[in-house]
């Protein structure tokens, strides 16, 4: 049987999200162990040799100058933020319930896309947004209990992460995406190693841990390249809401591993947050339909 191009982009994006709720479970394991600055250092150390060797082999290398960008220069530190605060938070709250939150990254991503690059987003687009972040407020339950630090730190890094993947739009398509790549990788882990001694300092490091580290550096690598080998080969309005998978993949790692159960109110708050956003595929994908008909349309017009 011949699979289509949105078949194989779907495959690609489902193993995506579950190599990424591998890579955070196996951190998740060692967080109590050592700081997450050391665990960002050792990871990424092992994370940007694999990924400069594929660079290197499939001629995607480019000066270094490259990282000088300023979108790339954001990328990278929206990266590292983001790494820091949600390798943080898991230490400190369930897998499900962080992953749950950052279900809202496109809605993000749609929000900081009106502000910031103007582009149009209508009402509908706007109450998916507001309803979504509604979702998110549920997993987190205010109050006393639920609103804690590790929620807090989920939630900016869930903004932090709309923040790269915008700067990404802004980065020249002449630079390879492995390109990209090795340079946040590199920067991830140099940023993780200034990290170590405010977080704490070096923990010994036993061989468990390091091999925990070891995988979970080759997990968060095939996450990268399957999701962009899923965007490049399906289309985005069949590949991006499979996204929605890592919260089952998190789901499920963390009741096997670490026994965690989510609660009702998670539940009920993710199923918000994946309709908003699902909601907001839905619409961009008629939106970028009507344009590009519209398109086609004027370019029939004899001149």
């Not at 492995?178 to 923990?203: D, H, K, R």
Request: with cysteine; proline share 4%; glycine share 8%.
């Amino acid at each position: 049987m011949t699979l289509t191009n949105n078949s194989k982009g779907a495959l690609y994006m489902a193993a995506a999200m579950a190599a990424f709720s591998s890579g955070d479970a196996l951190s998740k394991s060692v967080i109590s162990v050592m700081n997450a600055g050391e665990i960002m250092f050792l990871r990424g150390i092992i994370t940007s040799i694999l990924v400069y060797l594929m660079a290197r082999r499939v001629g995607a290398l480019r000066s270094w100058r490259v990282v000088l960008q300023p979108m790339i220069m954001l990328r990278v530190i929206c990266e590292a933020l983001a790494a820091v605060t949600y390798i943080t938070a898991l230490g400190m709250m369930p897998i499900a319930n962080a992953s749950a939150i950052l279900q809202a990254i496109p809605l993000a991503v749609t929000l900081g896309a009106a502000l910031f690059l103007k582009e149009p987003v209508g009402w509908r687009r706007w109450s998916a947004i507001v309803v979504g972040f509604l979702g998110v407020l549920i997993i987190i339950r205010p109050g006393p209990e639920g609103f804690t630090a590790a929620a807090l730190l989920v939630v900016a890094s869930m903004f932090i992460t709309a923040a790269r993947d915008l700067a990404t739009r802004c980065v020249s398509k002449d630079i390879p995406s492995l390109m990209v790549t090795v340079c946040t990788a590199i920067s991830v882990s140099a940023i993780g190693g200034l990290c170590i001694v405010p977080f704490g300092g070096w923990q010994p490091v036993s061989i468990t841990s390091l091999s925990h580290i070891a995988l979970a550096g080759v997990t968060v690598l095939i996450g990268y390249q399957t999701a962009i080998q899923a965007m490049r080969t399906g289309e985005i309005s069949v590949v991006a809401p499979l996204r929605y998978l890592s919260l089952i993949f998190s789901a499920l790692l963390g009741m096997i591993f670490f026994g965690e159960m989510p609660d009702v109110w998670t539940g009920i708050g993710s199923t918000i947050v994946i309709a908003s956003g699902l909601y907001t595929f839905y619409r961009e994908s008629r939106r970028n339909l009507a344009n590009k008909v519209a398109t086609e349309s004027t370019a029939r017009i004899p001149a």
